[in-house]
């Protein structure tokens, strides 16, 4: 009998793809059995357990056992393989039932990178889940189409200022700051993801005084910006400061998804109570997706996995600012929150953090009009305050969406002169972040 179990290697037209949800790995071990290596992960991901047990019947794995759909490797070796002990790249297709997860995204985590998630060099390349077990998420109640609709902001990127100092300021020094990006024309205010509820600053406290900094700027400009309050928390607190938030007149809620969890979200994105878009951090994200060989890919932590929990826009790392990540990955986030997938609202990819007006033509270039984006200090930081920081970055967006140069724009545009004269064009915040190494 072959050691390699007959009900767990197929091929992907061996299955019913309704049925199963499918993820690709790569793993770099010293072995001398790829194959073995692929079964006992499925093994273990599935019925079974390092050694056979009575009730792993036929009809159970029938009904669970996961499926081998393919094992590669790189280089793409047929007549030998490399000499005993050599490390050796492999990529592998799974299967899994959809009724083992039954659209509960824990499990669907667990499924897919467990236990496994313990034994070496193993990596969650993507996933592709079939449109029955896709119906069980709600995703974002606003994503990209409605948000736009809710803000009345058609044909551009979205601005989002964030909150600085990160934290210690207190709820009339914000309210200032909230009034001043509302006059330069501000579409999204944010917390700072360390702002969570200090007894000197609370999240009533910041509704209360932002909200109404909002509504008088709102007053003299024609235009009312919404702040994404954060309310994170373990789970119970959490849900009671976003309802009591909400009923305070908050007009949007933040929630950093890494620390709390993608479920967490979900409940909260799902709960008929909260009626305001979600914009999601991605503080402790790196620890999902940093490591090349470990891990979740970047477009599955940031993109994906952060869809599927329902968020309408989510701050992520850029290639222009000061925590980067390499272009075509944050590319291939946006990708993966703004791609059609049926049922699921597209979600606001929102590169940031360093970002300067100097950044605009490239972001523009890399992600189109359907991004946010967010900026903190290239706003506060600008020589003439926080209007003309905000000013500064509507002038090079209008100039990079004319296919006008930045520099040519600026003859025109003051705030924007003055912030390339501080900054420069590109990605100047990256370099400042090399000195950090």
């Known amino acids: 009998m072959s050691k390699y179990d007959p009900f767990m290697f197929t091929v992907a037209e061996g299955i019913d793809r309704d049925q199963y949800m499918t993820a690709l790995y790569s793993l770099s071990a010293p072995t001398n059995d790829a194959l073995a290596i692929a079964q006992a992960l499925v093994t273990e991901q599935t019925t079974g357990t390092w050694t056979a047990v009575p009730e792993e019947t036929e009809d159970v794995k029938l009904r669970s056992m996961g499926r081998v759909l393919g094992v590669y490797e790189f280089p793409d070796y047929e007549r030998e393989r490399p000499p005993e002990g050599t490390e050796r790249t492999l990529l592998m297709q799974v299967a899994y039932p959809v009724d083992n997860i039954n659209g509960n995204l824990p499990e669907l985590l667990t499924t897919i990178y467990g236990n496994v998630s313990m034994i070496g060099k193993l990596k969650v390349l993507d996933i592709h889940l079939p449109p029955a077990m896709l119906k069980r998420f709600q995703g974002p109640k606003f994503g990209i189409e409605g948000l736009r609709q809710h803000l009345g902001v058609e044909g551009r990127p979205l601005l989002c200022g964030m909150y600085k100092p990160c934290v210690g300021a207190l709820p009339d020094a914000l309210a200032r700051m909230a009034y001043n990006m509302a006059l330069g024309g501000i579409d999204v205010i944010k917390d700072d993801e360390l702002m969570a509820d200090p007894k000197f600053c609370s999240v009533e406290a910041r509704v209360e005084a932002t909200e109404k900094a909002l509504d008088k700027a709102s007053k003299e400009t024609g235009r009312r910006a919404i702040y994404t ?207 950090l190494q």
């Not at 969890?261 to 709960?271: F, K």
């Not at 994906?304 to 990540?325: E, N, T």
């Not at 990955?329 to 970002?355: N, Y």
């Not at 200090?377 to 509507?394: E, L, N, Q, V």
């Open 229 to 435: 309050v954060n309310v994170t928390d373990r789970p119970d607190l959490m849900f009671a400061k976003a309802k009591k938030a909400v009923k305070a007149g908050a007009s949007a809620l933040m929630v950093n998804v890494y620390t709390v969890g993608y479920a967490a979200v979900q409940a909260l994105a799902e709960d008929p109570e909260i009626t305001v878009p979600i914009l999601g951090h991605p503080a402790f994200a790196g620890t999902f997706f940093e490591a090349p060989f470990h891990g979740l890919t970047s477009a599955l932590a940031l993109g994906k996995f952060a869809r599927l929990s329902g968020v309408d826009m989510i701050i992520y790392p850029s290639p222009y600012g000061k925590v980067p990540l390499m272009r075509e990955r944050a590319i291939r986030v946006g990708q993966e929150l703004t791609a059609p997938i049926e049922g699921l609202k597209r979600v606001f990819p929102g590169p940031a953090a360093g970002m300067q007006p100097g950044s605009i033509p490239q972001a523009i270039e890399d992600f189109g009009i359907d991004l946010i984006v967010g900026a903190g200090g290239g706003i506060h930081g600008h020589p003439d305050g926080t209007i003309a920081g905000c000013r500064a970055f509507h002038q090079a967006i209008a100039a990079t969406l004319k296919h006008q140069p930045l520099s040519d724009a600026a003859k025109n545009g003051p705030e924007l002169e003055k912030a390339l004269a501080k900054w420069g064009e590109g990605n100047v915040a990256t370099k400042i972040y090399s000195l």
